[in-house]
Structure formats: C-alpha cells, structure tokens
C-alpha cells in the first residue's frame, strides 16, 4: 500500500487522533505504538518523530480531550453572571460532559485506562484551575465567597463533580438526597450564604 506524505501537523494531528481512537477501543495499556502506526499504515520511525513515547502521545490526547471542556468553562467565567452562577455553570457542565456516553468520562473509565485517568485529571486541573482562581478572586472582592484556600478547595470540588459525574445511577430518592447534600457541600466549601446551587447531577 502507498503511504501518502501529509504535512508535520496534519501527520502529527492523526497519530493523536487514532490513538484516541485505540484507547476507547482497547484502553491505554492493552494499545501498542505498532497498533497506532498500523492503523494509519506509516511506520514507528514516523511516530517517533513526533513523540518520544506512547505515554508522550497519551499526554497529547489527555490534552485534545479536555480541550473543548476548557473552552467551555472559559467561556462561562468570562459571561456576564455573578461569580456564583459561574461557579454553579462550571460544575454543571463537567456533570453534564459525564453522562456523555462517549468523550471524556467513558475515556476515563475505559477498561485498561488507569494512567489515561490519571492524565485526564491532571490535564483538567490544569488547564481549568487558573481559569477558576480568577472567578473565585473575584468572588471573594465581592463578598460573595468567603475561604481561606481557594485553590484546594475548588480542587476538592471538581474531584467531587468528575466522581458525581460518572457514579450517577442512583435510585430517585437517592439521586435527590446525593444532589442535595452536594449542594450544602458546594456552599459551605466556598462560604456562600446568598446563593443556592442547583447541581444537575
């Protein structure tokens, strides 16, 4: 078969997509870097031009998957509600990338996923913690939130949201008592008096 030349980030762009693609099919560690360069029919010294690794590779698909939830919580905190209705959305929209029966939480939770989560975690935190610190600076000027560690808290709170997230099947009266309590647990973490959250767990 005649492999066809593609440029640097065209190439580079496909290796990432189809060891996405490997890993929900076969989780991380049961996918060889033989199976991602057979899959696209272009040899290993190819994929070792763009990537030292496979866990080099996983890193850039932890990244392509958590992108698009960033730019969603990007574009939340810089709308023109409260700094509580945007912490409120923020965690709204993790809970609802977790009901998705394909994406990010399945990724996650793939058998043979184990250090993909890890990555996931690490890769969400990341990006989005930065993002979070200023809505939360700003919450705090307000008066709106009150605590003495915003970074960890808010850390605690989105482990809690991604756990929440993915563990969802509950019995109604159970859904309705885990949803409130992680309301309280919302406000009390963040000091909110004035503010109810409304988790869509």
Do not use: W
């Amino acid at each position: 078969m005649v492999r066809i030349v593609k440029n640097p980030e065209e190439r580079r762009t496909e290796l990432i997509e189809t060891a996405e693609s490997l890993f929900f099919q076969k989780g991380y560690e049961y996918t060889a870097v033989s199976d991602i360069v057979k899959k696209i029919n272009v040899g290993q010294g190819t994929f070792y031009h763009y990537f030292k690794s496979k866990e080099d590779i996983l890193e850039a698909v932890a990244e392509k998957v958590v992108a698009p939830i960033v730019e969603d919580v990007r574009n939340i905190a810089k709308g023109n509600e409260d700094s509580a209705t945007k912490v409120n959305s923020i965690l709204n929209n993790i809970l609802k990338t977790g009901k998705s029966e394909t994406g990010f939480m399945k990724l996650m939770h793939q058998k043979g996923n184990y250090l993909l989560h890890d990555k996931l975690v690490e890769a969400l935190e990341a990006r989005i913690s930065p993002i979070i610190a200023d809505v939360i600076s700003t919450g705090m000027e307000e008066g709106v939130f009150n605590m003495s560690y915003p970074k960890e808290s808010f850390i605690l709170l989105l482990s809690s949201t991604l756990y929440l997230s993915y563990h969802s099947t509950l019995d109604h009266e159970a859904h309705e008592r885990m949803c409130a309590a992680s309301e309280e647990i919302t406000s009390r973490v963040l000091g909110v008096k004035d503010y109810k959250f409304h988790l869509e767990i």
